[in-house]
């Protein structure tokens, strides 16, 4: 299995999508403060590109969330 396809990662996208639509973002405006273009958005919540812990932090500051809120509220620590 592809660890893109792992069901701890899919979990951690599907909570990233969650919050970005719970603050009313959109994938341009968050592509628009990380500095990257809207298909970088689109790849990794398709799950066609995969990011790592930096780039996880970069999101959460881009959505006004914390680290530490997101492990406790993605449950990742248990999965």
């Known amino acids: 299995m592809s660890s893109i396809h792992d069901p701890r990662y899919i979990g ?7 919050i970005r639509e719970e603050k009313n973002i959109t994938q341009v405006e ?10 970088y958005i689109a790849k990794v919540e398709n799950f066609d590109r995969r990011i790592d812990i930096l780039e996880l932090n970069d999101w959460l500051k881009a ?13 990742i620590e248990n999965i």
């Open 63 to 75: 959505m006004d969330s914390k680290l530490s809120e997101f492990i406790a509220i993605s449950n």
């Open 12 to 18: 951690l996208i599907k909570c990233l999508i969650s």
């Open 30 to 39: 968050l592509a628009s403060f990380l500095r990257k273009p809207q298909s």
